[in-house]
């Protein structure tokens, strides 16, 4: 009767209202007032991890869960004894007592790594040694550097004075380079566009971008900006300013690109590049929290059953018919026999769409600066 009574009431709280509540708010509501999916939606248990999951910064692991479960803690929240919020304190208290680092990625103002702050600012102390910079610095800023509020009007006073021209990729044979003569038409050329600086200012996300020449002052800083991001693993816009201003550029520690597959999106890939101080447990916990950005809260794994039914029906063909493909499936895996037709099309279709299309994320760089951006670049 409890079940039932949790189950009547499932459908009393309209979506918006469930959006719009807070944290302090949702940690205090049983979990049955916080649903609002009809009778027949998931079982009451998927509801209370719901609530939970609400009320922390990162959603419950299976084996915490579980432990949940165990500890009695599902069930007196479905009978009103305690409240999704005070699971998830122990949940916390777990966290801590296992010395789990706390995660860094729903919180935009949480602190840096001590490591990454160290290390952005002795890379900057050797990249300042680099000849070229010293060079540059040397005979363009005569050893003085810029303040922030200067780069404005330092680029918009060198831009005003050079003539920008686009360029030209075209293949060219051996001979016609030997020669120096070489024909441009449609049949080789391969590109054309313009040289781009990019800058940032100090202490702002924005990444500033101009056209410049290929000579003078601004495509000597252009050329030295992408090398010394290559070298420093530094982004263009930071290391430009850091040449001019002296401002530390910082130092991800992990990078990461979604790569959207098209036009299957299950063949969507992350890569991620990692420092290899990061521990295990961090890594997981961002590649956990770049997976809840791109791609929500839920993964749903296929069972070995659906995986079949999808490689079965890849090779059926289409003059066949359903009954003789159940017929050929019961023969092939007699403990997963279908008695109708049409649970079994059904299954096979719905094995099909899951295995084809569950990955939605969209073509994404990032880095771990994106959920936790060090205090560096000042």
Same mark, same amino acid.
């Given at each position: 009767?409890?079940n039932?009574?949790?189950?009547?009431r499932?459908?009393?709280?309209?979506?918006?209202?469930?959006?719009q509540?807070?944290?302090?708010r949702f940690?205090?509501?049983?979990?049955?007032?916080?649903a609002w999916?009809?009778?027949?939606?998931?079982?009451?248990?998927?509801?209370?991890?719901?609530?939970?999951?609400?009320?922390?910064?990162?959603?419950?692991?299976?084996?915490?869960?579980n432990?949940?479960?165990?500890?009695?803690?599902v069930?007196?929240?479905?009978?009103?004894?305690?409240?999704?919020?005070?699971?998830?304190t122990?949940?916390e208290?777990?966290?801590?007592?296992?010395?789990?680092?706390k995660?860094?990625i729903?919180?935009?103002?949480?602190?840096?790594?001590?490591?990454a702050?160290?290390?952005?600012q002795?890379?900057?102390?050797?990249?300042?040694?680099?000849?070229s910079?010293v060079?540059?610095r040397?005979?363009v800023l005569?050893?003085?550097?810029?303040a922030?509020?200067?780069?404005d009007r330092?680029?918009?006073s060198?831009?005003?004075?050079q003539?920008?021209?686009? *360029?030209? +990729?075209? #293949?060219a044979s051996?001979?016609?380079?030997?020669v120096?003569?070489?024909? %441009?038409g449609? &049949?080789?050329?391969?590109?054309?566009?313009y040289d781009?600086?990019?800058?940032?200012?100090?202490?702002a996300?924005?990444?500033?971008?101009?056209l410049?020449?290929?000579?003078?002052?601004?495509?000597w800083?252009r050329?030295?900006?992408?090398?010394?991001?290559v070298?420093?693993r *530094?982004? +263009?816009g #930071?290391t430009?300013?850091?040449?001019?201003?002296g401002a530390t550029?910082? %130092?991800?520690? &992990?990078?990461?690109?979604v790569r959207?597959g098209?036009?299957?999106?299950?063949l969507?890939?992350?890569?991620?590049?990692?420092?290899?101080?990061?521990?295990?447990?961090?890594?997981?916990?961002l590649?956990r929290?770049i997976?809840?950005?791109?791609?929500?809260?839920r993964?749903?794994?296929?069972?070995?059953?659906?995986?079949?039914l999808?490689k079965?029906?890849?090779?059926a063909?289409?003059?066949t018919?359903?009954?003789?493909?159940r017929?050929?499936?019961?023969?092939?895996?007699?403990k997963w026999?279908?008695?109708?037709d049409?649970?079994?099309s059904?299954d096979?279709?719905?094995?099909?769409r899951?295995l084809?299309?569950q990955?939605q994320?969209q073509?994404?760089?990032?880095?771990?600066q994106?959920?936790?951006?060090?205090?560096?670049?000042?």
């Amino acid at each position: 009767m409890a079940n039932n009574r949790i189950c009547t009431r499932l459908h009393l709280v309209h979506p918006v209202q469930y959006v719009q509540m807070s944290k302090h708010r949702f940690a205090d509501r049983p979990a049955s007032d916080l649903a609002w999916q009809p009778p027949a939606s998931p079982e009451p248990a998927d509801l209370v991890r719901l609530a939970i999951d609400a009320c922390l910064e990162v959603p419950l692991a299976d084996r915490e869960w579980n432990l949940l479960d165990t500890q009695g803690f599902v069930a007196d929240i479905k009978r009103r004894r305690r409240t999704p919020g005070q699971a998830a304190t122990l949940v916390e208290q777990w966290r801590e007592a296992v010395a789990g680092p706390k995660p860094r990625i729903r919180n935009g103002s949480a602190s840096p790594s001590l490591r990454a702050e160290a290390l952005a600012q002795l890379v900057a102390v050797e990249a300042a040694k680099d000849g070229s910079v010293v060079e540059f610095r040397e005979r363009v800023l005569r050893n003085r550097l810029l303040a922030a509020d200067q780069l404005d009007r330092w680029f918009a006073s060198l831009a005003r004075r050079q003539e920008v021209k686009p *360029w030209i +990729k075209v #293949y060219a044979s051996p001979e016609e380079v030997a020669v120096g003569v070489v024909a %441009i038409g449609a &049949s080789n050329l391969v590109n054309t566009g313009y040289d781009i600086l990019h800058y940032a200012l100090p202490g702002a996300d924005e990444v500033r971008r101009i056209l410049v020449s290929s000579k003078g002052i601004l495509g000597w800083l252009r050329w030295l900006s992408e090398t010394l991001s290559v070298q420093y693993r *530094w982004s +263009k816009g #930071y290391t430009t300013t850091f040449v001019l201003t002296g401002a530390t550029p910082p %130092i991800a520690e &992990s990078t990461y690109q979604v790569r959207q597959g098209w036009p299957i999106s299950t063949l969507t890939r992350v890569h991620m590049e990692i420092d290899p101080a990061m521990s295990p447990r961090e890594v997981a916990n961002l590649y956990r929290e770049i997976r809840f950005r791109h791609f929500g809260r839920r993964h749903r794994s296929m069972s070995a059953k659906h995986l079949e039914l999808a490689k079965f029906w890849s090779a059926a063909t289409e003059e066949t018919t359903w009954k003789a493909l159940r017929e050929q499936w019961n023969q092939l895996h007699p403990k997963w026999a279908y008695k109708r037709d049409q649970q079994f099309s059904r299954d096979c279709t719905q094995a099909r769409r899951r295995l084809l299309g569950q990955s939605q994320a969209q073509g994404v760089n990032g880095s771990s600066q994106d959920f936790s951006r060090p205090e560096i670049f000042q």
